[in-house]
């Protein structure tokens, strides 16, 4: 087995692992698998802040939510109503959003990617919902 070869394996192997923590992660806490997968893919695999927020938009093209979203639905908790109403927002949001970025530095979107977690994270941890 050649050094390319062996590369190759580690390469998928590891990006196999990846997909399954942030499939998992994504179906138990039901997160974005971009807050898992976006930082992993640059800092693990060297890809470009756009890169890994490209490739990661394309992982959520069917079927990759199905299995997750399915197992809430058997047991009560999808509302289709809901859900309808923020897919018409995402499609139009998500075009005007890459459409936007693609246009703005690596280290801009990264940073801004970075200050959204943070806010996030903060929000969580410190303010109680009702």
Known sequence: MNLMTSTA???????????????????LAGIGGGIILVPALVYFFGFSQHQAQGTTLALLLPPIGLPAA??????????FKVAWVVIAGFVLGSYLGGKFA???????????????MMLVAAKMLFFNPK
């Open 70 to 79: 399915w197992q809430y639905y058997k047991d009560g908790f999808w509302d």
């Open 102 to 116: 693609i246009n703005v530095s690596d280290q801009v979107v990264r940073k801004a990617f970075a200050i959204l």
């Open 9 to 27: 394996i580690v390469s998928i192997t590891g990006l196999l692992i990846l997909g399954l923590c942030a499939g998992y992660i994504s179906g």
